[in-house]
């Protein structure tokens, strides 16, 4: 069974995700890294403690990862993160906090621990900044060789970003450390908003979750219906709220899930469009592709795979 690392910056979209790789017997999630974004990293590892008692899975341990821009001093969370996330970063539903705390090991070394006890049976997926895989490759280069597969969701290439005309968010948190791993030599899969904004959820799927009465459901949806609620004001023209951070999960579960093209990637990191997601031309013609960028979608085929798994993980959590 392939092994599974999530990175995230505990919002509503990485809540999902969280559930998806729990919902899914094809992975054993064995750890979540914290980093910021939606929320301060400190929000963000309560969140993903809360979550995972809550979804009856409190064997998931949580590193502590950095907590800003590896060019940065410190990190504030965007006003615009907190109408979509919520201010505490799940559409301000109150659960329980854990009685767990985050692990003494950094996300940093957890990350290069897993690649040397896995290797290529590990998937990492990070849905928020690229800030802790990009110190763990500085630390350990030799890992984006060893490692099985790095999933992000992240960067735009045919549509535009959803901070500026060229910025997707997470990429834009951290263009420097998200330009180290496109030209790390890792194999990386892209999952952008060229895909996630194709896959779309609404308050029927969300009353599903409802009817189930159990305080998983009840919590899902709960917290879903504000996420799509926000929506409803940024992005009106689209019907519901898009599965960003769930379908990074899905494709790392099943690459199948997307069309990819295979072109080597870079991040502009200096200039007015710093944080743009691009093919690099210094690399265009290497035949070694290490990136694949996701372009097309199964959307029925992952909507339902979404809904079976989440589903049946939340009637089964209380």
């Not at 069974?1 to 790789?21: E, H, N, P, Q």
């Not at 900044?129 to 763990?136: C, G, L, R």
Request: proline share 5%; net charge negative.
């Amino acid at each position: 069974m392939r092994k599974l690392i999530l990175d995230l910056d505990t919002g509503v979209d990485d809540t999902l995700a969280i559930s998806y790789a729990l919902g899914s017997p094809e992975v054993e999630l064995i750890g979540i890294t914290g980093t910021y974004g939606n929320v301060l990293l400190e929000q963000g590892i309560r969140n993903d403690l809360a979550i995972t008692d809550l979804l009856g899975h409190p064997e998931v341990k949580v590193y502590p990862g950095l907590s800003h821009a590896c060019k940065a001093d410190s990190f504030e969370v965007l006003p615009v993160s907190a109408f979509i996330h919520g201010e505490n970063g799940i559409g301000d539903v109150a659960i329980p906090d854990s009685d767990r705390k985050a692990e003494t090991e950094s996300a940093v070394d957890f990350i290069i621990d897993a690649v040397n006890t896995y290797g290529k049976d590990l998937v990492y997926v990070p849905t928020g900044p690229m800030t802790n895989i990009a110190a763990a490759l500085a630390k350990e280069p030799d890992i984006a060789q060893r490692i099985g597969s790095i999933v992000l969701m992240g960067g735009a290439l045919t549509v535009p970003g959803n901070v500026d005309a060229w910025q997707e968010a997470n990429i834009s948190q951290d263009p420097d450390a998200a330009d180290a791993l496109f030209r790390s030599g890792a194999p990386v899969t892209m999952v952008g908003l060229d895909v996630t904004l194709q896959t779309l959820l609404t308050y029927k799927e969300t009353a599903r979750w409802r009817q189930l009465g159990t305080a998983a459901g009840n919590f899902l949806a709960d917290m879903t219906d504000f996420y799509i609620k926000a929506y409803e004001t940024t992005s009106p023209h689209l019907g519901g709220c898009g599965l960003h951070d769930p379908l990074a999960v899905g494709v790392a579960v099943d690459p199948t899930l997307v069309t990819t093209l295979p072109i080597n990637m870079k991040v502009e990191t200096e200039g007015a469009t710093r944080g743009r997601t691009i093919g690099d031309e210094q690399r265009l013609n290497d035949p070694n592709k290490t990136v694949r960028v996701a372009v097309g979608v199964d959307v029925p085929r992952f909507l339902d795979e979404f809904m079976t798994r989440i589903t049946r993980l939340a009637s089964q959590a209380d």
